[in-house]
């Protein structure tokens, strides 16, 4: 069974940063991309960032040179670097990954930005 795991959510004024952990089990952890999505309230849940299993990484316009994603294969775990976070970064962010043809996430860590 593949669980995820996220933490590392909290408030955080204007201008912070915060550092997301995703940590993984049950799956190869390191040939498989990792995503990080976020849900705004009363919006659709959004791809915020993804890295490869070679580390390439992709990042939503918004978020582009604020964010940064990373994986530690040893440890199983993906991270999201947030910097320079302003009150539309307030969200809960979730974790995902794609596994024989199954989407997984973990229940996700609240993001709070207050201005």
């Known amino acids: 069974q593949v669980y995820l795991m996220e933490s590392g959510g909290g408030l955080v004024q204007s201008g912070g940063s915060l550092r997301l952990s995703c940590a993984a089990s049950?799956?190869?952890?390191?040939?498989?991309?990792i995503n990080w999505y976020r849900q705004l309230p009363g919006k659709e849940r959004e791809m915020v960032a993804q890295?490869?299993?070679?580390?390439?990484?992709n990042y939503t316009d918004s978020v582009r040179g604020r964010f940064t994603i990373s994986r530690d294969n040893v440890r199983n775990t993906a991270y999201l670097q947030m910097n320079s976070l302003n009150p539309d970064d307030t969200a809960v962010y979730y974790c995902?990954?794609?596994?024989?043809?199954?989407?997984?996430w973990g229940r996700g860590t609240q993001v709070t930005v207050s201005s």
């Open positions: 049950g799956l190869n952890f390191k040939i498989f991309p």
């Open positions: 890295i490869t299993s070679s580390g390439l990484t």
């Open positions: 995902n990954v794609n596994y024989k043809q199954r989407g997984y």
